[in-house]
């Protein structure tokens, strides 16, 4: 599916994934388990990004265009959706987020983080911080383990070089 051309490789990856998580096979397998857990699928393709969300992960996408206008996160974090026992792929409708963004030309850095982070009061500050390179993932994570965080955090931090231009306006 990758090696499709970008325009329809994302609408493959979606189709597939949805498959996947509709599939009888699966939802039985999600009825025997004991809890459940949240899903954030990411991947980049050329200039783009693409995300498919169930629950409480969060993608942030960092460029110094984007951060002119305080736009940092792609997704919202949702209580309430989740994979497992309780399914979102259960329900009449089921319930995520996804979504494509074109990356500014330039580098950009893509997170994807759960919510393990915003137990602290240092939560999304200190993302921000990351974000705008005020401080390093390791001094983040101390600052976490410091203030006694109750659940984990998981990050995947990558950058990516767009040599592409990126739209713009016409005026």
Not at 67 to 84: D, H, P, S, T, V
């Amino acid at each position: 599916m990758l090696s499709c051309p970008t325009s329809q490789a994302f609408q493959l990856i979606e189709r597939s994934i949805l498959d996947i998580f509709t599939s009888e096979p699966f939802l039985s397998e999600c009825r025997r388990l004991q809890g459940e857990a949240s899903c954030l699928i990411c991947l980049r393709k050329e200039n783009y990004v693409w995300w498919l969300s169930v629950g409480d992960c969060m993608l942030f996408l960092s460029h110094a265009e984007l951060a002119r206008w305080g736009q940092a996160m792609l997704n919202q974090r949702n209580f309430y959706e989740w994979i497992g026992r309780v399914n979102t792929f259960e329900l009449s409708v089921p319930c995520y987020s996804s979504g494509r963004r074109q990356l500014r030309s330039g580098t950009s850095e893509i997170i994807m983080i759960t919510d393990g982070f915003l137990d602290t009061g240092y939560g999304l500050n200190g993302i921000a911080d990351v974000l705008q390179g005020r401080i390093n993932m390791n001094k983040f994570f101390e600052m976490l383990h410091n203030e006694s965080t109750v659940d984990s955090t998981t990050m995947i931090y990558w950058s990516v070089v767009n040599p592409k231009s990126a739209a713009i306006p016409s005026n």
